[in-house]
């Protein structure tokens, strides 16, 4: 299990009288390493990644799965998802110490060292494996290396400084949670995992964009070409309502192919409505201003991420309440 393939919110790595504050970078507190490393794993992306795990295996097994193995499965993912996220520090570091959201990072701030943050993420990523293989099984645990190695290869690497389409395709990262909960119950994949992968695939555009639409001077300044660096504000508005409308008809369409109960469809239909009346809004400001205080783009961004908990959030309960 990897990233929602995109940037998302960092932790602040610092705290009041750390490091940077004091102006002296040899002091180092066991409280500051400690949090250092655990920023490295990004872990507000780690919630979302568990948030997309953790219901499809309770819809997987139609009610209440064995704890045991959604023990290991979120242990796993934790794992897998921290070490994508570490190695992505690695790589970005460059760029992460000139941008106001990540300069608080720890390799930034050089409270550890790339060589260090190299082998955390590669212990983090064998640990992943070896407590997916043997604690879930092998599908699952190939599932999230897959992701893993897509996110840090092809999305890190190839794609995120050469193209607007980065998120788009390297947001299938972090799709990936949606097939690894539901293989980790049923042991092979179906139609059902992979229309909650869409969901999530089509999700990452709009929140991900209304973000960089905040911080777009940081990604001008660094040369990433997210689009709404080198589109203008109310292009990328149409963009996201384009994606609003289809995630939020793909997310019906989990009513017919798995042939849920009354409860998801309700859910999905409502928060779809609510989601693409937000993109309408925030495309409407961009049309008339570009803005940052007139557009509002972190309103977008905050219910896209209600709107990923609610839905799944559904997912988990709808077998409870058919039954």
């Not at 490295?40 to 780690?46: D, G, M, Q, W």
């Not at 959201?101 to 550890?112: E, G, K, Q």
């Not at 990936?176 to 909960?181: T, Y």
């Not at 999905?268 to 989601?275: C, K, R, S």
């Amino acid at each position: 299990m990897t990233h929602v393939g995109q940037p998302a919110p960092a932790s602040a790595t610092g705290t009041p009288g750390s490091i940077e504050e004091s102006g002296d970078p040899g002091r180092k507190t066991w409280k500051d390493v400690v949090a250092a490393y655990v920023g490295l794993t990004k872990p507000r992306v780690i919630e979302l990644l568990l948030l997309t795990t953790v219901p499809v295996m309770f819809f997987a097994a139609r009610g209440v799965p064995d704890l045991d193995l959604v023990l290991w499965t979120v242990i796993g993912g934790m794992l897998s998802a921290g070490s994508a996220s570490a190695y992505n520090c690695v790589y970005d570091r460059d760029i992460d110490e000139q941008m106001r959201r990540t300069r608080r990072r720890a390799l930034p701030r050089h409270i550890v060292t790339p060589v260090s943050a190299l082998v955390f993420a590669t212990v983090l990523a064998v640990l992943s494996t070896v407590v997916l293989w043997f604690g879930v099984n092998e599908l699952s645990a190939a599932l999230s290396l897959g992701a893993n190695a897509f996110y840090v290869f092809v999305y890190t690497m190839l794609l995120k400084r050469r193209t607007t389409q980065n998120i788009v395709w390297g947001g299938l990262a972090g799709c990936f949670p949606a097939l690894i909960g539901w293989t980790a119950v049923t042991g092979e994949l179906a139609w059902e995992p992979v229309v909650l992968f869409m969901v999530v695939f089509f999700w990452t555009p709009p929140h991900t964009w209304s973000l960089a639409l905040r911080y777009r001077e940081d990604y001008r300044n660094v040369d990433v070409p997210m689009l709404p660096v080198v589109k203008p504000a109310a292009e990328v508005g149409r963009q996201i309502v384009i994606y609003s409308w289809i995630m939020a008809a793909t997310a019906m369409l989990l009513w017919p192919v798995a042939d849920t109960g009354w409860f998801y469809p309700v859910v999905a239909a409502v928060l779809g409505v609510v989601f693409v009346v937000d993109a309408h809004r925030l495309w409407g400001r961009t049309k008339r201003s570009e803005d940052l205080a007139e557009i509002r783009p972190m309103h977008l961004f905050h219910h896209s991420n209600m709107y990923l908990t609610l839905l799944f959030v559904a997912v988990a309960l709808d077998p409870l309440f058919s039954r």
